[in-house]
């Protein structure tokens, strides 16, 4: 029994035994566990559980205890460090059984077994705070060192036939016995335990509709254990595998590239809307040729009708994904809007019967009745979440089911969980708890924010600001190489998320950077084309980006100076409004526009004539723009002054000839950042609050105009530039 390295299809292999074996027992498991999950075939994100079973030492006693080391709640294998793994006493928790069985109402589903989760954390050892996985008793009570719980695709299949426990003993030859579905707990624990008594022999158990699990008195052969059972799966599915009559064969065929693009463009705003009824949703696409093969297919809808059948799986993708029904080859957007329209519709209402067909006395309220997966023949897959990364998760998990689906019906015939069960499951007590544990969203945790000029100075400060708030950001700038240095702060303070799905740019983190010429609307159009493409919309549009060009005697080149100004500090931001205006009134979603203009707007003064009539007409536009969006759209503006640190308008040489037109001594070999740190302490000394105004203060009024606090606020320009009272509105 097994494969060599050399020999698996449909698997990587990732074990490296130089690296193996110089770790530690407990980081051995950690490196077992990291390279299951990095291959996505194996288990899915945030899906399975390992487990190693060690001597430690009591931190009380001295004495050499067993200790269970365990994937803890919420934890996801590829990414796992020791933190996310639970310590508990061995000894504790096989006690806990005799608990459990003390109680007078007992069984599964009741309110003991469920109780047992909370008794968890009685058995922690050495104070490990990681709270533990429902499924711990399940690598308790198998008295093998090393176990793996997985959710492999191939694997699931076969759990999910409507004969699955014969083709168990058929694909695996006995080696893996069979237990029928159970929701996870202690009864599914004790059972798994009676099954492994009475099949002395075995090296795993498959868990109908769910998963298997395996192991091995070693780690490394827990490691290929489990790789052996998803190979053999998996080769026995591609024996059966249909082929072009795979899904029943296709029905339609799949629109170009740029016929998908430009739908997408105008339907995804209108969807993501339509959708947004409550919450708003961040978009996933998914239109590789796998995820095609299987909305384009004569199955598909009855299929997806059916429903999941890993519960990892529903929990994000819901009950069952919404089908819209079609035609590519005939339809076009209009009727592309009418079928998800009535489809939706259907939706929430099927939704709202399941609830309450299913719901128990102490069942949570009904949650958004919304779909999470929409399948669009001829176009894809366009999963919802609350940010990207959820969004990522589900297109991934459906990915899977698809999987699923495909192994089933080549073998025999897919079956999904019994509709009660799963209710069961996505109201669990359990689970509702989880999700009330969970911290509150931030302010912008839903909304997407386009930031223009991101690469430094203003628009890096406020990337930075609405990053912390949850935002997801787009960093635009003319520069591409500053604005994808900003993306990449971000991406390193708040990671990409533990998604892995998504087609082309929609794979993106919850920061991307993207190159744009707001002069050009040419420009700005595939600016909003990419951002709806990466996450279904957007919500917020926050212009930084402007130009400082010092005039002189020379009025010719003053003519060209004008042009620049004009073109970038006015018609820039129109061109990128009046664009994002149209897609804001596709979503029907409250929209929110910054534009940043300047205190000079209001002083008059000598040197800088363009820019500052320039920024006059910018709190004009301002005005104007307010009016033509409302009411779904509030339009403001933040008045800088003297943003002399991180300011592109404050080159080396403009320093200089500042300070010397000041008469501010200063030494030329001074570095920049002192030289500007002079002029911004003078300029502070001109204002009322005496402090130098830094890209930070603009920064936070920017987000304080579109986190919603100001809502009712449009069509004003608040100054931020510590009381120059020359500035003062007359």
Not at 205 to 229: F, N, P, R, T
Not at 320 to 337: A, H, R
Not at 425 to 450: C, D, F, H, S
Not at 457 to 478: F, N, P, S, W, Y
Request: charged share 25%; net charge negative; aromatic share 8%.
């Amino acid at each position: 029994m097994g494969f060599r390295p050399v020999d698996y299809q449909h698997v990587n292999y990732l074990w490296e035994d130089e690296v193996a074996d110089k770790l530690e027992p407990v980081e051995n498991l950690v490196y077992r566990s990291n390279k299951l999950g990095e291959d996505q075939r194996i288990t899915n994100t945030g899906g399975g559980n390992t487990s190693a079973k060690l001597m430690e030492t009591d931190p009380l006693s001295g004495e050499q205890v067993e200790v269970l080391w365990v994937k803890g709640s919420g934890g996801d294998l590829r990414t796992s460090k020791k933190e996310n793994f639970s310590s508990l006493y061995e000894q504790k928790l096989q006690g806990l059984d005799e608990l459990y069985q003390k109680q007078e109402v007992k069984g599964y589903k009741t309110a003991a077994e469920d109780e047992m989760v909370g008794m968890f954390k009685h058995c922690n050892f050495n104070l490990n705070p990681r709270a533990s996985s429902i499924d711990t008793p399940l690598h308790s009570m198998i008295p093998e060192k090393h176990i793996d719980h997985m959710h492999s695709n191939a694997v699931i299949a076969i759990a999910s036939c409507k004969d699955q426990e014969a083709l168990t003993a058929k694909v695996w030859g006995g080696k893996l016995a069979y237990v029928p579905w159970m929701r996870p707990g202690w009864e599914t624990a004790l059972l798994c335990k009676e099954t492994y008594e009475k099949n002395p022999g075995i090296d795993g158990i498959l868990l109908g509709q769910h998963g298997h699990m395996s192991w091995a008195s070693e780690s490394k052969g827990c490691y290929d254990m489990s790789l052996w059972v998803l190979e053999t799966a998996a080769r026995y599915i591609e024996q059966h595998d249909k082929g072009a009559q795979t899904f029943g064969g296709q029905k339609y065929q799949s629109l170009d590239a740029e016929q998908t693009n430009e739908l997408l463009h105008q339907f995804l705003p209108i969807a993501r809307g339509l959708l947004s009824e409550k919450v708003k949703f961040i978009g996933t696409l998914q239109t590789d040729e796998d995820t095609l093969r299987f909305v384009n297919s004569v199955d598909a809808k009855r299929l997806s009708e059916l429903g999941t059948s890993c519960p990892d799986h529903f929990l994000r993708t819901k009950i069952k994904p919404l089908f819209v029904d079609f035609n590519p080859e005939e339809g076009d957007l209009t009727s592309l809007i009418t079928q998800f329209k009535v489809a939706l519709e259907k939706y929430r209402v099927d939704y709202a019967h399941y609830y309450n067909q299913c719901k128990r006395e102490d069942s949570p309220a009904m949650r958004d009745p919304s779909p999470t997966v929409v399948l669009i023949p001829g176009i894809g897959l366009i999963a919802w979440g609350k940010n990207k990364s959820e969004s990522r998760v589900t297109a991934e998990f459906y990915n899977c089911a698809i999987e699923v689906m495909r192994g089933a019906e080549a073998i025999s015939e897919y079956i999904a969980l019994p509709v009660q069960e799963a209710f069961d499951i996505e109201y669990w007590a359990l689970e509702e708890a989880k999700l009330q544990r969970m911290p509150a969203e931030k302010t912008l945790a839903r909304n997407v924010v386009v930031v223009v000029g991101a690469g430094d100075g203003i628009g890096k400060a406020t990337a930075h600001r609405i990053a912390r708030e949850g935002a997801h950001v787009i960093c635009a700038d003319l520069r591409i190489d500053a604005a994808q240095n900003t993306a990449n702060e971000l991406s390193n303070i708040y990671g990409q998320g533990i998604g892995v799905a998504g087609t082309g740019i929609s794979s993106c983190g919850p920061a991307i950077a993207l190159e744009v010429d707001v002069t050009s609307r040419e420009s700005v159009q595939t600016l909003f084309k990419q951002v709806i493409q990466a996450y279904g919309g957007f919500d917020n549009l926050i212009i930084t980006a402007g130009v400082f060009i010092a005039e002189g005697d020379d009025y010719e080149r003053n003519d060209s100076i004008f042009d620049t100004s004009f073109a970038v500090n006015v018609k820039g931001g129109y061109v990128m409004g009046s664009e994002a205006n149209l897609i804001w009134q596709r979503q029907n979603l409250k929209g929110s526009m910054v534009l940043t203009t300047s205190v000079n707007a209001a002083v008059s003064k000598t040197g800088s004539l363009a820019y500052d009539t320039s920024k006059a007409a910018a709190n004009h536009l301002v005005r104007e723009l307010a009016v033509s969006f409302a009411p779904m759209v509030n339009v403001n503006a933040l008045a800088p002054a003297t943003v002399v640190q991180g300011s592109t308008m404050f080159p080396r040489d403009r320093v200089i000839s500042s300070l010397s037109k000041y008469d501010i001594a200063f030494e030329e070999c001074e570095e920049t950042d002192s030289l500007r740190t002079k002029l911004a302490e003078f300029y502070a000394q001109r204002t009322l609050t005496k402090q130098p105004i830094t890209p930070a203060d603009q920064a936070e009024a920017a987000y304080l105009l579109i986190s919603g606090q100001l809502s009712k606020t449009t069509g004003q320009v608040i100054s931020v530039d510590g009381g120059l009272h020359e500035a003062f509105l007359r």
